[in-house]
């Protein structure tokens, strides 16, 4: 097990090789995604906001679990 | 007031017409796209780094190739689709394209981040430098240079529609300059440098590292059109929110 | 048309005289810039003379970035880029008119006064020649691929820094071999190599002014409209 995380000698450079790449691509899909609530939310309150005068998106659309 | 909501109609109709049918279509391929890259990611991830040999030159660093190696290939196929997204914008004008467009160029640029860091990681050990000025990382580095200036052209235009054209001039630009660049360091590269440095392209990958690499080169790839969804449906929402707002002040306006 | 164009050339040649700044600026710039190489790295004669093409290669595509911004921004502000998008003049050849005249009043100023420069630097003798040269076939280029970036940013805040960013990855072939070039005369490489760089460099230069007007009318399109 020591050995595995040796990695004969370079273990510095291979983990934080897949360290960093998990971190980039973590920081990616939560940056995704988060952005992706964000706008449903502020659509969502802002036709709130409009009343009845603008339609609502349909479930699809804003992809939602019912 | 009636005329006013006729116009906002009419534009939410142009500009959501297509889009709805998207949203729903990829509100069904996602759940199944995040599962399948998780899958295969993480079958790459058990071959890469418990069930592969060390390579007899590299050593163990041949773990980092299969990072290294899927993250420079995304950070090309994510400049094609850019490219080929923006031509089909520029020529088709589908609003769609040109959010397509947008929303890969983020990822690319990480990805490209991404190749040039364990490149850096890989060539330390390797080369006994952090950094090299080959013709690879060289020209993976004016890629980068390539994204970071679409990226900032989308963020200063504020007109989405206007941005989106001119973003796409840049994209196509690019497109047709990166041969020229790329020959241009490589021909730079030999004249610089004899060809000393241990180069990767040996001729032959065993198939118990093609495996791997394989695995992790499409589980990210899957993962690369997860996350150009995702962007995609904000970017759709944003579009959305913009509108609204513009309906709110316009009616504000009159009242 | 022929008439158009060479009315808003001359048009803009006059703008750049009667006005100053621009052109001008842009030489001082690269004055400066080469006059504050040896204080950064030291006085020492021999190592200036194999740095001098590549840093007054540098210095002169910063100071040709410098005034890109002045390529369409005052004509986009006082309304005449409307009027010229609206006139008989294809686009292309209005990108092509005002690249050229970008050129004339600042890439040939640069390129006349790198021999003085060249003295200050310890340029070796044989490398005058092929660098000038090469800075003739280059600068169009500069011009021409610059104006794609100033058309991209034109209406844009702080648009000059940006078309900066743009445009200097489109640099870099020129950069390379214009260099090529004055490096194997001044020893290094072969005097084969030293052609072979010219001879791409053209080709660059050459596709650029193809590349330049098309990409720049249609940055203008997206912008205008």
């Known amino acids: 097990m020591a050995e595995f995380f040796h990695m004969g000698g370079y273990a510095f450079f291979v983990w934080s090789s897949y360290a960093a790449a998990f971190l980039v691509v973590a920081a990616l899909v939560w940056q995704s995604v988060a952005d992706y609530r964000r706008q449903v939310r502020l659509a969502e309150e802002l036709e709130k906001a409009a009343g009845g005068r603008v339609r609502r998106p349909s479930r699809a659309e804003s992809g939602e679990k019912p | 007031?009636?005329?006013?909501?006729?116009?906002?109609?009419?534009?939410?109709?142009?500009?959501?017409?297509?889009?709805?049918?998207?949203?729903?279509?990829?509100?069904?391929?996602?759940?199944?796209?995040?599962?399948?890259?998780?899958?295969?990611v993480g079958a790459g991830l058990w071959f890469a780094l418990f069930d592969s040999p060390p390579d007899y030159q590299q050593g163990e660093t041949v773990r980092i190739m299969y990072v290294h190696v899927p993250a420079a290939w995304l950070a090309m196929f994510g400049y094609s689709v850019m490219a080929v997204a923006s031509a089909a914008g520029?020529?088709?004008?589908?609003?769609?394209?040109?959010?397509?467009?947008?929303?890969?160029?983020?990822?690319?640029?990480?990805?490209?981040f991404l190749a040039l860091l364990t490149g850096s990681l890989w060539g330390k050990p390797m080369w006994g430098t952090w950094w090299e000025w080959d013709a690879r990382m060289t020209s993976v580095l004016?890629?980068?240079?390539?994204?970071?200036?679409?990226?900032?052209?989308?963020?200063?235009?504020?007109?989405?529609?206007?941005?989106?054209?001119?973003?796409?001039?840049?994209?196509?630009?690019?497109?047709?300059?990166?041969?020229?660049?790329?020959?241009?360091?490589?021909?730079?590269?030999?004249?610089?440098?004899?060809?000393?440095?241990?180069?990767?392209?040996?001729?032959?990958?065993?198939?118990?590292?093609?495996?791997?690499?394989?695995?992790?080169?499409?589980?990210?790839?899957?993962?690369?059109?997860?996350?150009?969804?995702?962007?995609?449906?904000?970017?759709?929402?944003?579009?959305?929110?913009?509108?609204?707002?513009?309906?709110?002040?316009?009616?504000?306006?009159?009242? | 048309?022929?008439?158009?164009?060479?009315?808003?050339?001359?048009?803009?040649?006059?703008?750049?005289?009667?006005?100053?700044?621009?052109?001008?600026?842009?030489?001082?710039?690269?004055l400066v810039v080469i006059a504050l190489l040896p204080l950064g790295i030291g006085p020492d004669r021999e190592l200036l003379a194999r740095v001098a093409p590549g840093m007054l290669w540098v210095a002169l595509l910063l100071a040709a970035l410098l005034t890109l911004d002045r390529l369409f921004q005052a004509d986009y502000e006082d309304g005449s880029l409307d009027l010229l998008s609206m006139g008989s003049l294809p686009l292309e050849l209005v990108v092509v008119a005002k690249a050229l005249g970008h050129w004339l009043t600042t890439g040939l100023p640069l390129v006349v006064v790198t021999p003085l420069l060249g003295v200050l630097l310890n340029l070796p003798g044989e490398a005058y020649a092929p660098l000038i040269l090469a800075m003739l076939i280059g600068t169009p280029a500069l011009s021409f691929l610059g104006a794609i970036g100033a058309a991209l940013t034109v209406g844009v805040r702080r648009g000059g820094l940006l078309a900066s960013l743009l445009v200097l990855p489109f640099y870099v072939p020129v950069l390379i071999f214009g260099t090529g070039a004055a490096n194997a005369a001044s020893g290094g490489f072969s005097g084969e190599a030293g052609q072979q760089s010219l001879i791409l460099l053209a080709a660059v230069a050459l596709s650029s002014l193809v590349l330049g007007p098309l990409g720049g009318a249609a940055a203008l399109r997206a912008n205008l409209r």
């Not at chain 2, 889009?19 to 295969?40: D, Y």
């Not at chain 2, 021909?187 to 990958?205: E, K, Y």
């Open chain 3, 1 to 30: 048309m022929m008439r158009a164009f060479l009315a808003l050339l001359a048009r803009d040649l006059r703008l750049a005289v009667r006005l100053g700044g621009g052109g001008g600026m842009a030489v001082f710039f690269f």
């Open chain 2, 90 to 112: 520029l020529v088709f004008r589908h609003p769609l394209s040109d959010l397509c467009a947008k929303s890969a160029a983020p990822i690319g640029a990480a990805f490209t």
């Open chain 2, 142 to 255: 004016i890629l980068f240079f390539l994204y970071l200036g679409y990226i900032a052209l989308w963020a200063t235009i504020e007109e989405p529609a206007r941005a989106a054209r001119a973003a796409a001039v840049l994209a196509l630009v690019g497109a047709i300059n990166i041969p020229i660049i790329r020959y241009s360091v490589v021909w730079w590269n030999t004249l610089h440098q004899p060809a000393s440095v241990f180069r990767m392209d040996g001729p032959t990958i065993a198939p118990a590292m093609l495996l791997p690499l394989a695995l992790m080169g499409i589980g990210l790839t899957l993962l690369f059109v997860a996350l150009l969804l995702v962007r995609m449906r904000a970017e759709v929402m944003r579009r959305r929110v913009r509108n609204l707002r513009l309906a709110q002040a316009a009616s504000a306006g009159e009242a």
């Open chain 2, 1 to 40: 007031m009636a005329d006013m909501n006729r116009i906002s109609a009419a534009q939410r109709f142009h500009a959501y017409a297509n889009p709805a049918r998207f949203m729903a279509l990829s509100a069904r391929l996602l759940a199944p796209l995040w599962g399948l890259s998780l899958l295969v």
